[in-house]
C-alpha cells in the first residue's frame, strides 16, 4: 500500500520531514503532529504510524529551538491520552461488532493477538508497558476494551503511561539528540530505536510459543 510506504519513509527520513512541516506550517505543525499521535493510539487502523522515533526526532528539535518542548509536550501528551481513551471506548462499547465489520480487513488477526497476550499476562499494566511497543500500543487499549477493564483503573494507567512514554523519549531526543555522533547518524539512530522498541514484544511473544509448544507436549 502506498500509503504504508509513505509512513515507513517518513520514520526513515523523520528529521527531513519534520524539518519541511516546521518550515511550511509553522504553529500548525502542532495540530499535525498531534493528528498523528492521537490517529496511532486512537485509531487500530493506523499502528503503522511512527510514535517513539518520532518523540525523539521532537526532542531533538526543541533542543534547537525550533519547537517549545513543554507545549509539544503537553500537546502530544493530551494526544496519546485521548487516543488510548477514544481506542479503548470504542473497543468497550464496539470492539465485537468492529471485528465483524468490513474494517475489520484493516486489521492484521496477528497483531491483535499479540495485545491480547501482552494482556493476559500483564493485565492493566498493559496499558503502560504497550507504550513503548510499536503497533501493539495502538491495539492495547482496543483489547482492554474488549476484555471490560475497568474505565477509572484504565484512565489511570493511561495517564501514566502516557506522560511516561512521551516525555521520556522527547527528553531523550532533548539531550543526546544534537550530539555530533548522533546527528550525524540520525537515520540509523532511529532504526535502532525502533529496533529495541520491537524487541520486548517480540520476545515475550516467543516465550509465550514456547511455553504453549512445551504444554502441548
Known amino acids: ?16 520531514h519534520l524539518d519541511y512541516i516546521f518550515t511550511h506550517y509553522a504553529e500548525l505543525s502542532y495540530v499535525i503532529l498531534f493528528l498523528i499521535i492521537f490517529a496511532e493510539t486512537g485509531l487500530i487502523i493506523f499502528p503503522f504510524l511512527p510514535g517513539d522515533s ?35 471506548y470504542i473497543g468497550k462499547n464496539y470492539g465485537r461488532r468492529f471485528l465483524q465489520s468490513r474494517w475489520c480487513r484493516f486489521v492484521k488477526e496477528e497483531h491483535l493477538n499479540k495485545a491480547q497476550v501482552f494482556y493476559e499476562k500483564y493485565g492493566a499494566k498493559t496499558i503502560v508497558l504497550a507504550r513503548f511497543m510499536p503497533i501493539i500500543r495502538t491495539f492495547a487499549p482496543f483489547v482492554a476494551g474488549i476484555g471490560q477493564m475497568d474505565k477509572k483503573v484504565f484512565l489511570i494507567y493511561n495517564i501514566f503511561g502516557a506522560f511516561v512514554w512521551i516525555f521520556s523519549f522527547l527528553t531523550l531526543g532533548h539531550f543526546f539528540g544534537n550530539m555530533p555522533q548522533i546527528k550525524e547518524n540520525f537515520k540509523l539512530v532511529i532504526v535502532v530505536i525502533i529496533i529495541l522498541s520491537i524487541l520486548p514484544a517480540v520476545v515475550a511473544i516467543v516465550k509465550e510459543k514456547l511455553k504453549k509448544n512445551s504444554e502441548e507436549i
Open 1 to 16: 500500500m502506498e500509503i504504508v510506504q509513505f509512513f515507513i519513509d517518513f520514520i526513515i527520513h523523520v528529521e527531513s
Open 54 to 88: 518520532l518523540l525523539f526526532a521532537l526532542g531533538a528539535f526543541s533542543a534547537r529551538g525550533t519547537i517549545s518542548y513543554i507545549q509539544m509536550g503537553v500537546a502530544l501528551f493530551i494526544a496519546a491520552v485521548l487516543g488510548d481513551f477514544l481506542n479503548y
